[in-house]
């Protein structure tokens, strides 16, 4: 697989596990449901690691995919806590 077809992919478990660390199931489980890419996916994470200046922001609309997987991994876990 080129670096382009793998960045073009959607991400698996093991990529979120890779590129997020430790987070919630249900935080998980939303990311898949977003439908975003790879790219996507390591662009939020460099967001929430606080290196948004390291990764050009192609995907800085409010409705984009980047954009939603950033806002569920800096969701607070209230819902993990039935609060």
Known sequence: M?????RGRS???ED???LCGGIADWKVSAIL???GDIKSL????AWASGAD???PVEDASPGGPAA???EILM??????EGV
């Open 2 to 6: 080129t670096e382009a077809q793998e």
């Open 11 to 13: 991400p698996a478990l």
């Open 16 to 18: 979120i596990h890779r």
């Open 33 to 35: 449901g977003v439908g």
């Open 42 to 45: 390591e662009e939020a994470a």
């Open 53 to 55: 200046d390291v990764l």
């Open 68 to 70: 939603r997987i950033y």
């Open 75 to 80: 969701a607070g876990d209230a819902f993990d």
